[in-house]
């Protein structure tokens, strides 16, 4: 069975429902959908998730220690990715629950096929056609990460090169927000190997800052496991962009264009979950496409949607004067 998993707990309630009424709309009421527990912050969210016939939640803990324990033994093979998180407050793996997003892969999990989407992600467009790349292909992604690398590895590493060449770095790396794959990729066996190339000195190449996205192309990429990435193979009139950061996108009956092109997907990426959550709680907070997410946020309440009156505040606001002055002087904290 084909699916899609993503992942999510309270602090992400409204761009989940956003996500699942994306989904509905633009590919089936009936697609099936797993969302994978980011923590124990699930009170209003599997009342959400009980309301929707093909959406169901990840909750074998077998799976989920699995899979967090394995994470948790390659970052304990890592030179100092402990010592510089707790220095900046963070006990234990940085971000474990993003981690969970590992789950997708596990061989006890729901789907043959799946697609994994970030919560913070509108699909606007039919998958199918990366769910038709999976044949020959063991991963299929559809994003423009391998322009920038330092978001995956840490790009100071001089045992990068040793380990991938800069032709794979340049064109095999992608983001972890979207990815489609099969379940039971990495068995056991292939997860010990794993662990034993990272405890044999490969750890030093995975980005701290980026942990659960390094792993995830990490692992993909030593395996050397055959990915097909959408925005390197398709002629230049039919690509589109994907993220927000790309302002040139067309808002039309509920659908963004990209030169006339349809979006597949628009990842919010970038955007704090603070500030969807602020919106949705009334606040006149500017975002790139905040229309669009409020249409699907609200599809089926929209008595409750928010009216707001006067110009949006943007959700990061330019440094005052007064801030300037301290930071220069160094009294910024």
């Known amino acids: 069975m084909d699916g899609i998993y993503t992942l999510a707990n309270d602090v992400v309630y409204d761009q989940l429902i956003a996500l699942l009424n994306s989904i509905e709309v633009n590919l089936s009421p009936d697609?099936?959908?797993c969302v994978i527990p980011y923590d124990d912050r699930q009170e209003k969210t599997i009342p959400e998730i009980q309301g929707r016939k093909n959406v169901q939640l990840l909750d074998n803990r077998e799976i989920l220690n699995r899979w967090e324990d394995f994470s948790t033994k390659i970052w304990e093979g890592h030179p100092n990715?402990?010592?510089?998180?707790?220095?900046?407050?963070?006990?234990?793996v940085n971000r474990m629950g993003m981690h969970r997003r590992f789950c997708s892969f596990d061989s006890e999990s729901p789907f043959e096929r799946f697609i994994f989407l970030d919560a913070?992600?509108?699909?606007?467009?039919?998958?199918?056609?990366?769910?038709?790349?999976?044949?020959?292909?063991?991963?299929?992604?559809?994003?423009?990460?391998?322009?920038?690398p330092t978001h995956v590895y840490d790009v100071n590493s001089p045992k990068l090169l040793e380990i991938f060449?800069?032709?794979?770095?340049?064109?095999?790396?992608?983001?972890?927000?979207?990815?489609?794959?099969?379940?039971?990729?990495?068995?056991?066996?292939k997860r010990n190997w794993l662990l034993e190339q990272l405890n044999s000195g490969d750890s030093e190449l995975l980005y701290i800052n980026g942990p659960d996205q390094s792993i995830i192309n990490y692992m993909i990429m030593r395996s050397q496991m055959q990915l097909y990435n959408f925005s390197l193979h398709l002629p230049p009139e039919e690509k589109t962009g994907c993220s927000v950061t790309s302002p040139h996108f067309e808002y039309r009956d509920n659908l963004l264009y990209d030169k006339g092109v349809r979006l597949t997907y628009l990842h919010y990426i970038g955007v704090p979950s603070k500030a969807f959550t602020r919106v949705c709680a009334g606040e006149n907070l500017d975002f790139p496409y905040r229309d669009i997410f409020l249409?699907?946020?609200?599809?089926?309440?929209?008595?409750?949607?928010?009216?707001?009156?006067?110009?949006?505040?943007?959700?990061n606001p330019p440094p005052s004067l007064i801030d300037k002055i301290f930071k220069k002087i160094g009294l910024s904290s």
């Open 31 to 33: 697609f099936p959908v």
């Open 81 to 92: 990715a402990f010592a510089r998180w707790q220095e900046k407050g963070v006990s234990g």
């Open 120 to 148: 913070d992600i509108l699909v606007l467009n039919s998958l199918d056609y990366l769910f038709e790349k999976l044949d020959p292909n063991d991963v299929v992604v559809y994003d423009f990460q391998y322009k920038d």
């Open 165 to 189: 060449s800069k032709e794979r770095i340049d064109s095999e790396i992608f983001c972890a927000g979207l990815y489609a794959s099969k379940k039971g990729l990495f068995p056991e066996e």
């Open 295 to 315: 249409h699907y946020r609200y599809l089926h309440e929209p008595e409750k949607k928010p009216r707001f009156i006067g110009k949006p505040k943007p959700y």
